[in-house]
């Protein structure tokens, strides 16, 4: 999951060619859905009725300072009680513990916070870490979520989405905190 990518931005969805090859690639081997809808416009319940297949009113993740409860089962305590692998590697370091988002997972990125890390690591690096969990499996099946922040603020252009976008000179342009 990309956490507040927007989908008019990326080639799929008739946002700018070029600026997505690597999604638009994904999408050209796969099937794009036009009309999926999140079912809140916040981080954690989001992830919670994706982990659930509940909605927000069911699982009672209503905003990020809520926590997914024991009782309700995720696809990961599912998928491990049936013989597969699971792991989650997060962007943003609270994500899994905070939220509880981590129920079922056998392998996480982050199980608390210490004080020497920022909130947020960059997508490298959490890929990096998927791959290196990826690399060290057996036979089993596996199931991996993998959530990446780089989208979210501060919103500022790097030189590659520069030299895409050209002359960008829409919302934020100069950036954000």
């Known amino acids: ?27 050209a081997k796969g099937t794009v859905f036009g009309h999926a809808v999140a079912p809140t416009g916040t981080t954690y319940p989001t992830h919670a009725s994706i982990l659930t297949g509940l909605y927000p009113r069911i699982h009672g993740v209503r905003s990020n300072r ?10 990961a305590e599912r998928l491990t ?8 590697f997060v962007s943003f370091r609270q994500m899994l513990y905070r939220g509880h988002l981590d129920q079922g997972f056998e392998s996480v990125s982050d199980t608390a916070h210490q004080k020497d890390q920022t909130l947020f690591r960059d997508g490298a690096e959490t890929t990096a870490m998927a791959i290196e969990w990826l690399a060290g499996l057996g036979a089993d099946p596996a199931f991996l979520w993998m959530h990446l922040y780089d ?10 989405s520069r030299e895409r976008l050209g002359d960008y000179d829409g919302m934020l342009k100069d950036g954000a905190t």
Do not use: K
């Open 1 to 27: 999951t990309l956490d507040t990518l927007r989908a008019d931005r990326l080639g799929p969805w008739d946002g700018p060619e070029g600026l997505s090859p690597r999604i638009d690639g994904i999408a």
């Open 151 to 160: 989208p979210h603020g501060p919103y500022r252009l790097n030189d590659w």
């Open 66 to 75: 809520h926590t997914l409860p024991d009782a309700l089962p995720t696809v």
């Open 81 to 88: 009680d049936v013989g597969y692998e699971t792991g989650a």
